[in-house]
């Protein structure tokens, strides 16, 4: 108990307030006993879980690994291995949360900042909760595009490839789809705007299916790539600054999130709820911060340094959040059908 103690002590000089020394002790016990924690979907590039990962590892002692891939692909896992699990913790889109616990795949637990978190961002029961938001951006090779985009109008005349990834999928790739139909005057019951821009670039031959990844964006391979803005922003600095410009559609975008899933049938549950505990924490929302996602929380301080990374807050006045997440899940489950009746069946 003393070297408990004296670790929640040392926590909370090391780290910003609410992180470490908020951990319930008894939960801290437990998932240090386990020693590691297996995620899905939350790799070292994206919104910076590298310094999560190594937070909870120098500060708790747990052991990490992690296995890249899409929201739908994450619970397919969770429930495809069932008992036999290999993974912990997941991240994965809004509208991925209510179908994580429709489908018997999640377990609760409420952090120590439940009430700091938005009612509209979190499950009553505690399955799912935001961490971070993200707005669908345009980042832009300016190598590529010498007129660059400032609107999805502007799409439809231009001459280079657009890659949105991959729709019915990936919650980024989907909710650029609903980003689109939004500037288009559609919502979360109406995509068919998104369909028209997205048939007409496909009918152009415009429409890329190259993976809009860091390192296919580094190869010049991606000329316009419809991204989350933490993403943009994060692989434009890790490649060249001066090489791509990042900006939010003028004429309409979706703010929308990412929350937490633990798994059911985690093999390390402790482990999983200490690393969602300091997600949420002080030092959590920070590191996610460092890696250009707005944290959930609004009470948090961001360092000056943070701040400044973020875009100038007009490039996101037509931005809007997701106003009907029951519509959106619903016309998350019929997109992959949707997508190809709609879009792909004009791409040569």
Known sequence: MKALSLCLVLGALALPLASQATVPADLLKAAQAEGAVNSVGMP???????DTWQDLHSQFGLAHMDTDMSSAEELAKFAAE?????????????AFGPLAVQKGLAQPYKPTHWEAIPAWAKDQDGNWMLAYTGTI??????DLVPNPPKSWADLRTGKYKVT????????????????????????????????????????????????????N???????VAVLWDFNALNYRDKIDPSRFLVVIPSDGSVIS????????YAKHPNAAKLAREYILSDAGQINLARGYARPIRSDVVLPEDVKA?????????AAKPVSDFDAWSEAGKALPRLWQENVMIYQP
């Open 257 to 264: 999130g990412y929350t937490t899933i633990i798994n059911k």
């Open 164 to 215: 949105v990834g991959n729709v019915g999928v990936a919650s980024q790739a989907n909710n650029g789809v609903l980003a689109a139909a939004i500037a288009g005057g559609g919502n979360e019951k109406n995509l068919k705007p998104a369909f028209d821009l997205f048939a007409d670039l496909a009918k152009q031959g415009r429409l890329s299916l190259t993976d809009p990844s860091l390192a």
């Open 137 to 142: 951006a345009f980042m832009i090779n300016k």
């Open 309 to 317: 990374k973020m875009l100038p807050a007009e490039q996101y006045a």
């Open 44 to 50: 070292d590039s994206w919104a910076n879980w590298k």
């Open 217 to 223: 964006l580094e190869k010049g391979e991606v000329a």
């Open 82 to 94: 069932a008992s036999d699990a290999s993974a912990d913790i997941g991240d994965v889109g809004h």
